[in-house]
Nanobody
Framework: QVHLVESGGGLVQAGGSLRLACTAS????????MAWYRQSPGKERELVAVHGEGDKIEYSDSVKGRFTISRDITKSEVYLQMNSLKPEDTAVYYCSGGLWRTNYVPATRWGQGTQVTVSS
């Protein structure tokens, strides 16, 4: 199994920035990609960004141009740099490890998540 621990959330004003980090441990050889999801109250969990092998990266339209995902494979870590934050970015952010070929498919249990709150 793969164990995920997220960190870096907090409270920030609109227009501000935050950087999230996630460390994976355990059987990380089963995954070839890592991703960030988020979930707001009353909404379904949304895929925000995926980082696969090499430079294979995708973002949701809602964060494209504002968020940057990066990955340190040697440390089994993935990061999410969030700039120009908006109140609608408020959510619990979750890290995920999975397989990405045609589509990204999560293959790990969810971590505890980290709360991001953007005030207007």
């Amino acid at each position: 199994q793969v164990h995920l621990v997220e960190s870096g959330g907090g409270l920030v004003q609109a227009g501000g920035s935050l950087r999230l980090a996630c460390t994976a441990s355990g059987s990380t050889f089963i995954i070839n990609a890592m991703a960030w999801y988020r979930q707001s109250p009353g909404k379904e969990r949304e895929l925000v960004a995926v980082h696969g092998e090499g430079d294979k990266i995708e973002y949701s339209d809602s964060v494209k141009g504002r968020f940057t995902i990066s990955r340190d494979i040697t440390k089994s870590e993935v990061y999410l740099q969030m700039n120009s934050l908006k109140p609608e970015d408020t959510a619990v952010y979750y890290c995920s490890g999975g397989l990405w070929r045609t589509n990204y498919v999560p293959a790990t249990r969810w971590g505890q998540g980290t709360q991001v709150t953007v005030s207007s």
